[in-house]
């Protein structure tokens, strides 16, 4: 009898786990290549609608356009907010609503979980495909504020310290895609409505988005209650290095704060996804 060598015989489990890792990640940019429009469509309305309605019709009407504390307009205290709630909340939905599918209708897990990777790897690629998706719609906020002001309101937008700022965007992302794995594994799909109400209104609202946090400072009470709201971070961060003449939280406490949380939620979130798939 002749043995015929498969193609990957020789290849250790660590690669193979590598290259499957590697195709599937392909396979999630390869359908998000096909729903872009549906990815412009999410990431865009958001900040869009504020963009429209703070920098344009209320200057329009004279309810706002004042300088901020340093001279520079509202819209330009927005941008990093706006940047900051869109990777959060595209970060969290690219991974949930997809997940929340394949653990009750289409059972799609239960194909993945047959691929020669370990279950924890595939938790892992889906928080690296989230996190694509959320940096690219974060990326789609700066022509959207640059373009909707109404005249005299455009926003100043610059970097002021790049590596900060590339490290801020992508710890961003992967924290926002790690809590997105971690509540698409614990929430019923039936439940998941209600939910979103209840999480992402105050993700939104109290997330230092419209406003620095320093700013919070006249109610103390509610200025220590947002710390928990992981936004918060995401928003101080992007503000130290796009309006740094601002007030804002010390670097190393929003680093602390996104490198810690993206450890520690990516752990729970990778953990529970294995044990709900194995159980």
């Known amino acids: 009898m002749t043995l015929i060598a498969l193609p990957h015989a020789n290849l250790s489990t660590r690669r193979i786990g590598l290259h499957t890792f590697g195709a599937l990640l392909a396979r999630d940019l390869r359908v998000l290549r096909g729903q872009f429009g549906s990815l412009l469509v999410r990431a865009v309305m958001q900040p ?5 309605v703070f920098t344009y019709v209320m200057p329009k009407i004279g309810l706002a356009g004042a300088p901020g504390l340093d001279g520079r307009g509202f819209s330009t205290i927005l941008v990093p907010g706006l940047v900051a709630i869109t990777i959060a909340i595209q970060g969290i939905m690219a ?7 394949e653990f009750s209708y289409n059972k799609e897990i239960e194909d993945r979980a047959m691929a020669p990777l370990p279950i924890w790897m595939l938790g892992v690629q889906k928080i690296v495909s989230g996190a694509i998706q959320a940096f690219l719609a974060g ?21 002021y310290h790049w590596p900060l700022f590339v490290t801020v965007v992508l710890l961003s992302c992967l924290l926002g895609s790690a809590t997105g794995l971690l509540l698409g594994t614990l929430v019923d799909i039936k439940r998941a409505q209600q939910f979103f109400a209840v999480v992402v209104t105050p993700l939104t609202m109290l997330g230092c988005v419209y406003y620095s946090w320093s700013t919070l400072s006249r ?10 709201n992981p936004v918060v971070y995401m928003s101080e961060g992007l503000r130290a290095t796009l309006t740094p003449q ?3 939280l010390p670097v190393w406490a929003f680093l602390l704060a996104l490198g810690g949380g993206t450890v520690v939620v990516g752990g729970v979130a990778v953990r529970a996804f294995v044990s709900r798939v194995v159980g």
């Open 48 to 52: 869009l609608a504020f963009t429209f």
């Open 95 to 101: 991974v949930t609503m997809p997940l929340l599918l």
């Open 139 to 159: 990326l789609l906020v700066f022509p959207i504020v640059l373009v909707v002001h109404a005249k005299g309101q455009a926003p100043y937008v610059h970097v």
């Open 219 to 228: 109610l103390p009470w509610l200025q220590i209650a947002v710390l928990f």
């Open 246 to 248: 601002l007030p804002h």
